[in-house]
Each structure stands twice: as C-alpha cells, then as structure tokens.
C-alpha cells in the first residue's frame, strides 16, 4: 500500500504561482495530480512516468503547470503558474504503482492523497 501526502496549497492571486508536492511512501511508477471543485467531477491535471520522467497534461493546463519529480525522496512537484480563479479547486495526488505509461484516467490510480486546497483570487 502508498501512502501519498500532498502539501502547498494555499491562497494566492491571480496571475500568482504555487508548488504543490506530494511525498508517497514508497517507490510507485506513475503518479498524477488531479483537481476537483464540490458537486464537479475529478479532473486530471498532469501525469508523470517517474522512471522515465514522461509527463502528460490536460490540455489547459500545459504551458502554465509543470510536473516533475525526486525519485531519491519518492516526491512529485506540480508547479503552477499564472494561476487564475478558475484553478481553483482541492488538488489531489494519486499513484499507481504497476502503470507503465502516462493517463489522466482517475479510475487508472488506484492510492490518493487527502487533497489540498488552492484558492486563486482575482
């Protein structure tokens, strides 16, 4: 079993930045960052193979988010930029120790953290 603890959310404004990290408690193969506001559904933000450092993004949030990770402390980074009010929501991280490939599928990750918040004003 993964246990993953995301931290690094908080309040910022518009057009301002936070890293998110998220420390897992063991070695796993992939893991995502996903979003979700009260009453929407989970959306994936950005997925990184971490043995090869291979990262996927949704589509509105590359060239603003970036996804990397330390394999030395079973840590993933997701720095986000030029944030805007529409980014806010609880950002998760999930793992899925065994997936050899990247996905913004929720149903693909099987651990996930307890979420932290990120409130953007404008």
């Known amino acids: 079993q993964v246990q993953l603890v995301e931290s690094g959310g908080g309040s910022v404004q518009a057009g301002g930045s936070l890293r998110l990290s998220c420390v897992a408690s063991?070695?796993?193969?992939?893991i995502a960052w996903f979003r979700q506001a009260p009453g929407k559904e989970r959306e994936g933000v950005a997925d990184?193979?971490?043995?090869?450092?291979?990262?996927l993004y949704a589509a509105s949030m590359k060239g603003r988010f970036t996804i990397s990770r330390d394999s030395a402390t079973n840590t993933v980074y997701l720095q986000m930029n030029n944030l805007k009010p529409d980014d806010t929501d609880m950002y998760y991280c999930?793992?899925?120790?065994?997936?050899?490939?990247?996905?913004?599928?929720?149903?693909?990750?099987?651990?996930w953290g307890q979420g932290t918040q990120v409130t953007v004003s404008s």
């Open positions: 063991g070695y796993t193969r992939n």
């Open positions: 990184i193979y971490v043995d090869l450092g291979r990262t």
């Open positions: 999930a793992a899925a120790p065994d997936l050899r490939a990247t996905t913004l599928r929720a149903r693909d990750f099987i651990y």
